[in-house]
């Protein structure tokens, strides 16, 4: 991927469509006074003039099975209609699980495949980033920025983007750069900030974009299930893993509204690599079984059973307090 300016970045991923890329390329040129909360200059309407035709044109050249995985392709409401029925939060979750579904059912690592992922992930970052933008009202005090960057949440994780602290009095992200060879970020944290001193690429960047669709997915999941926390409502698609993430979110405090912490625990448990093979077997041990059981259960080796469980942190452990049947 390629980070288009600092002012603020929509992230084009390698191998995008070219007449997408460009597209989202004359958006951002013009997208400042653009916003879902401006009601002169509403960023659907730019969407639609810009970025629809260029959809249209790339969804014409695409086998009819490739358009089910394309918001609003081939029902004949285009990209920026669905935006408006959905709004762009939404959007973004449902653009997701479309391409979650291709990967899942469709991908066969062709060179036509990977063009396809990585235009419909350069329209998730597009879509994102117009949710994240707020329209330029005032300056900040103190700083001499304006506020048509973004201040809000990393887009990795639920530390505020450096702009953000900046704009908050927090001095931290210029203080080891008193040349201002550094552009504040508006959509990533010091942590994973795209470039460090010296122009280099930030391994942690790196990493952290490379996971962005499981970040994403776990974030979903502890959402859904925050909201409604009495049944399992992760939606994961597997029993055992929804019923991980009831145990796991009935062992914390925060709710709904807190979204710096459940952002927080999605970015653990992607980096611990908490994966749903996991969760399965921490569900299973919460209902009783022992490591043995728990691998007849699954079908693999005890061995494998306890080399992972020892590799899970303990934040991610559930209590052994209530026991629940499990099938």
Not at 143 to 166: D, I, K, Q, V, Y
Not at 168 to 173: I, L, N, V
């Amino acid at each position: 991927m390629v980070d288009m300016g600092s002012e603020p970045a929509i992230t084009i991923w390698d191998g995008c469509d070219p007449n997408v890329s460009e597209a989202i390329g004359q958006f951002q040129d013009r997208w400042r006074p653009y916003s879902s909360s401006s009601r002169r200059y509403p960023v659907a309407r730019l969407i639609e003039e810009i970025i629809d035709p260029a959809i249209a044109a790339y969804a014409a050249t695409l086998p009819t099975c490739y358009l089910g995985h394309v918001p609003g392709a081939g029902t004949g409401v285009p990209f920026s209609g669905v935006i408006r029925l959905v709004r762009l939060n939404a959007m973004v979750r449902l653009q997701r699980q479309l391409l979650r579904a291709f990967v899942l059912t469709e991908d066969r690592q062709s060179p036509r495949d990977q063009r396809f992922i990585a235009t419909l992930e350069s329209l998730i970052e597009l879509v994102w980033a117009c949710a994240r933008k707020r329209p330029k009202k005032t300056r900040m005090p103190g700083s001499g920025l304006n506020g048509r960057r973004l201040a809000g949440f990393c887009r990795f994780c639920g530390e505020s983007a450096e702009l953000t602290m900046l704009a908050s009095g927090d001095h931290t992200p210029k203080a080891n750069d008193p040349d201002d060879d550094l552009h504040l970020s508006s959509l990533y944290c010091m942590k994973h900030r795209p470039k460090l001193l010296g122009d280099v690429w930030n391994p942690v960047y790196t990493r952290a974009r490379r996971s962005v669709a499981q970040f994403d997915l776990e974030l979903a999941r502890l959402s859904r299930q925050c909201a409604h926390r009495k049944k399992a409502q992760a939606a994961s698609g597997d029993e055992l893993v929804d019923s991980y993430f009831l145990d796991y979110v009935l062992g914390q405090t925060f709710q709904p509204a807190d979204e710096a912490e459940l952002r927080h625990h999605a970015r653990l448990m992607v980096d611990s690599k908490l994966t749903d093979r996991k969760k399965q077997m921490l569900a299973l041990q919460q209902s009783g079984l022992n490591q043995s059981e728990i691998a007849r259960k699954l079908g693999i080796e005890r061995q494998a059973v306890s080399k992972a469980l020892a590799s899970i942190p303990a934040i991610f452990r559930l209590s052994q307090q209530k026991k629940r049947s499990v099938r």
